[in-house]
């Protein structure tokens, strides 16, 4: 771990960098057919080689000093700021995203936005219609970077996204996906994890992008967490750490820069801090043994950036602050104790947590005084800006703390390589992302993550021989950008190519999987017809509608596979209704499919509990423990 940094051994570096000013940069532009970038092999190992990072160099540092050393005021404000903005071009919108671009920032499009506040980064969202296929997200990206290289100051943006695969992932099909955390926390597979975030970090760079909001290094302590759950490695807190570097060395060995959030950690929280405030009642002992292990591995790996929660955490604050605003949290024990000095960003401003006791424009002052570097998406920009300006000229933020911050984010842009190769092009784009050496890739890691939790009397396998007519019902929540339908859908097309007739009946959605009695009625009269039944749940809880789904088409008669495709805490609730049951961790088509294979008999089933699974009736006995699983 790095030697501790205090503030101001850290503030007189920055002030002595700048006065280091030497050579300067020297800047790549677009090719009309191409660009000056190598073009990665679509192998993951050789589609990470063209970005493979390095430690920051002096002469990053360097070159990082003496840009920050011919900023104006507002130019170094404006690399703090990392904003979301409507469109699919930079220069050229829709209408629709430029009137709302308009109504939000005043200019019609991204390039005016950037030229505008001299933007240090954007963020890329599927609802900003910023991702419509890989070609047009490497076009945006260059033309993003075009309008950053000929504004005055002159310094290439650091484009991100939020794609941490599962659950969570921005930009879709035709890219690759890949199982999300939780899912490859049941894996257990070092090598697996870190494979799985070179090839994302490969992909994501051939399209511009060089920061990712991944991983994860929450530790998912509460079965109920409404907002992390199956983002999260699991609930082992060494394992979750071993994983979490993984991550870190495959996204970073991309060219990506990796991002471990959120911190101090939001593993034990029954609040969802996009809506409200949580509290962590953990003790600084417990902060200790359960949270800050998968940090610490993050920083010990090298990591880019550090994410903050909005959240609680009196052992470690007794302030009323959430910890993205509180100075002891973010410096005294991100910076001090941990010894972190790399770029520490908030969770997206505009989330409720962090907007409960001040105002738009106070927030991201109080971030930079707790120590933060990036300011992501603050909902009254304006307000947020001429904020940190006034803060700055009347001394409350000095300019030498301003110059600290900015200086991070520079040398990762070094460190990244943006200040030598800003774009990409559409060579990079078709070697890399998508392939078919990263879709095989990805379904073998798949392969193993697939936890058969319950198997009465031996039901699993199935064989097309003696079950051939299945029905697979269930709840279908709306799966990430272009992936292949309902997961009702997905299952029954893969367990069609294994020789399986299978009918998809679809009783729920994510925002309602609850089936109403006449859905409930309409499958257990199509389960009659069949020779056994899959039944899809997420997130089943004691009065849950999915409960009665699962009870009455058991009834039947017919064998009952039960799949959670979220939570594997579903089966707590069931009983003994199913004959087995399996957990995915996620329900995007990689894991559908891996599921698939394994309830055919294709694969064997080889994940393991990451979490643990308590008796819906007692919660304080465990009914399946970490490290559960059967086999064939």
């Known amino acids: 771990m790095p030697k501790p940094t205090s503030r101001r051994a850290l503030l007189a570096a920055a002030t002595a960098a700048v006065a280091t000013a030497c050579s300067p940069r020297t800047l790549s532009s677009p090719e009309t057919s191409g660009s000056t970038s190598a073009s990665p092999s679509s192998s993951p190992s050789a589609s990470a080689a063209p970005h493979r990072p390095a430690p920051t160099r002096p002469s990053d540092r360097d070159r990082a000093a003496d840009l920050l050393g011919r900023m104006t005021l507002d130019q170094k404000i404006g690399q703090l700021f990392v904003l979301s903005v409507y469109g699919h071009s930079a220069t050229a919108p829709d209408p629709a995203d430029a009137a709302a671009n308009r109504k ?33 997200i490497a076009a945006l990206s260059n033309g993003l970077q075009k309008a950053a290289l000929d504004g005055s100051a002159g310094v290439p943006l650091l484009l991100a996204t939020d794609q941490e695969h599962g659950m969570v992932a921005r930009i879709g099909a035709p890219a690759t996906l890949l199982p999300g955390a939780m899912a490859l926390g049941a894996g257990g597979s070092v090598p697996d994890v870190r494979a799985a975030a070179r090839i994302a970090g490969a992909e994501l760079a051939a399209l511009g992008i060089r920061q990712d909001y991944a991983p994860d290094a929450d530790v998912n302590v509460d079965p109920a967490n409404p907002v992390i759950g199956i983002r999260s490695f699991g609930a082992d807190p060494k394992a979750v750490a071993r994983l979490v570097a993984a991550q870190v060395q495959g996204y970073q060995g991309a060219g990506v820069a990796a991002t471990a959030k959120h911190f101090p950690g939001h593993g034990d929280t029954s609040v969802d801090s996009h809506v409200g405030l949580p509290t962590i009642t953990h003790s600084r002992k417990e902060w200790e043994r359960l949270d800050a292990p998968p940090f610490r591995a993050a920083i010990a790996a090298g990591i880019d950036s550090v994410m903050t929660a909005h959240l609680l955490f ?43 006791k001040y105002g738009d424009g106070r927030v991201p002052v109080l971030a930079l005084k707790a120590g933060v570097d990036q300011l992501l998406t603050p909902p009254d920009l304006p307000a947020a800006w001429n904020s940190v300006r006034t803060a700055v000229r009347k001394g409350e933020i000095s300019e030498a703390r301003l110059d600290a911050s900015v200086l991070r984010v520079l040398r990762l842009k070094a460190r990244r390589g943006l200040l030598d190769e800003p774009y990409t092009s559409g060579r990079a784009v078709d070697r890399t992302v998508g392939t078919r050496a990263h879709a095989a890739t990805a379904a073998r890691i798949a392969d193993r993550t697939t936890t058969l939790i319950t198997n009465r009397g031996g039901l699993l396998p199935l064989s097309p021989r003696r079950h051939r007519r299945l029905l697979v019902v269930g ?47 309409e499958a257990v009269a199509a389960a009659r017809e069949r020779d056994a039944v899959i039944v899809l749940t997420r997130d089943v809880d004691a009065g849950s509608g999915q409960r009665r789904l699962v009870s009455e088409v058991s009834a039947t008669g017919m064998p009952v596979v039960h799949v959670a495709i979220k939570d594997p805490y579903d089966i707590a609730q069931l009983g003994n209704d199913p004959g087995a049951s399996l957990a995915t961790y996620g329900w995007t088509d990689v894991e559908v499919r891996a599921a698939a294979r394994v309830i055919a008999g294709e694969r064997d089933p080889r994940g393991r509990l990451p979490v643990a699974v308590r008796r819906a009736d007692a919660p304080h006995r465990v009914l399946y423990p970490i490290g559960h699983g059967l086999s064939y």
Do not use: C
């Not at 910890?323 to 024990?333: D, K, M, N, Q, W």
């Not at 009702?488 to 609850?514: E, I, N, Q, Y």
């Open 475 to 521: 709840v279908d929540p709306a799966a990430p950008t272009g992936t292949g339908g309902p997961p009702t859908a997905v299952l029954a097309r893969a367990l069609g190519a294994l020789g399986f007739t299978a009918k998809a009946l679809s009783t729920g959605t994510g925002s309602a999987p609850d089936p109403s009695p006449g859905r409930i009625d």
């Open 314 to 356: 009196p052992a470690l604050d007794p302030a009323d602050d959430p910890a993205t605003l509180s100075r002891p949290i973010i410096t005294g024990v991100l910076r001090d104790e941990l010894g972190y000095d790399g770029v520490v960003i908030t969770d997206s401003l505009g989330m409720q947590g962090v907007r409960e």
């Open 104 to 136: 939000k920032y005043g200019v019609g499009s991204a390039a005016e936005l950037v030229a505008r506040y001299h933007l240090g980064g954007i963020m890329y969202t599927e609802w900003a219609h910023n991702v419509r296929d890989p070609r047009q």
